[in-house]
């Protein structure tokens, strides 16, 4: 099993920054897709932006360049810098990873964290 640690949510105002973080650790595993998606209530899961394993990377149309999705696979961490952060921001941010255990590839979700944006 793949356990992910999601970091780095919290309380921002309008037009400021925020990083999260995603920290993979357990079973032995090679990291394939590494992504965030949000949810906020009464609204379904989106992808905010997800990178491959070979370094292409897609985000959600709403991200307009104010996002930007790293990984660090020696670290088997995955980050999201966001600037310019907006009131429709505000949701729970969850990391999703995509990792080869034992020969087959399974789907992992992180517990969330919190990105509350006011003003």
């Known amino acids: 099993q793949v356990q992910l640690v999601e970091s780095g949510g919290g309380l921002v105002q309008t037009g400021k920054s925020l990083r999260l973080s995603c920290v993979a650790s357990g079973s032995t595993f090679s990291l394939e897709h590494f992504g965030w998606y949000r949810q906020s209530p009464g609204k379904e899961r989106e992808l905010v932006a997800r990178?491959?394993?070979?370094?292409?990377?897609n985000y959600g149309d709403f991200v307009k360049g104010r996002f930007t999705i790293s990984r660090d696979d020696g670290r088997n961490t995955l980050y999201l810098q966001m600037n310019d952060l907006k009131a429709e921001d505000t949701a729970e941010y969850y990391c999703?990873?995509?990792?080869?255990?034992?020969?087959?590839?399974?789907?992992?979700w992180g517990q969330g964290t919190q990105v509350t944006v006011s003003g």
């Open positions: 999703n990873l995509w990792a080869v255990v034992g020969g087959n590839l399974y789907g992992f």
């Open positions: 990178i491959r394993s070979d370094g292409s990377v």
